[in-house]
């Protein structure tokens, strides 16, 4: 009896990263399976926070998106604070938030706080905003990346 020959069912991706910062995304991944791009990761740093945005593609067309926005929440620091001058990073709360939005054959759009779901209410604004930043990200790789080694 011959042996099977086993064919390769997963092709290899590759990880490439745009060498400067994406202008709505900050460091920029793209992950890429037979050069075609199935994913995109960004995280976006600031000062007392941060945000990520994972993109994921099929056929070329964006299919789902992960935004997580994780800052301090000045608003309420000030309130229980109002004659501190300087921000004390101790004593400072933070909202974190994770937006999931699909575009397949049913969309939708749900915000969660912490793991805890509390809506499921589309955002047309920042749906828009977020598949403009995964645009603008495609196009900063598609103009130059470079492979990730390991």
Known sequence: MEPLHVKEVAPTTQ???YP???????ALYGIYRKKELIRIESTFGAELG?????????????VGIHYREHYAD???????????GVIDPAKVTYSDTLYILSF????????????RLISTKTNEELTNRLLKCAETMQQELNSEKQLVKD
């Not at 941060?50 to 964006?62: A, D, L, P, R």
């Not at 000045?74 to 501190?84: G, I």
Request: with cysteine; net charge positive; charged share 30%.
């Open 15 to 17: 990880k490439y990263f």
């Open 20 to 26: 400067a910062m994406s202008y709505c995304g900050g």
């Open 50 to 62: 941060y945000s990520t945005q994972n993109v994921e593609f099929k056929n070329g067309k964006i």
């Open 74 to 84: 000045y608003d309420k620091y000030r309130e229980k604070y109002p004659n501190l």
């Open 104 to 115: 397949g054959k049913e969309k939708s759009f749900k915000t969660y706080a912490g793991k």
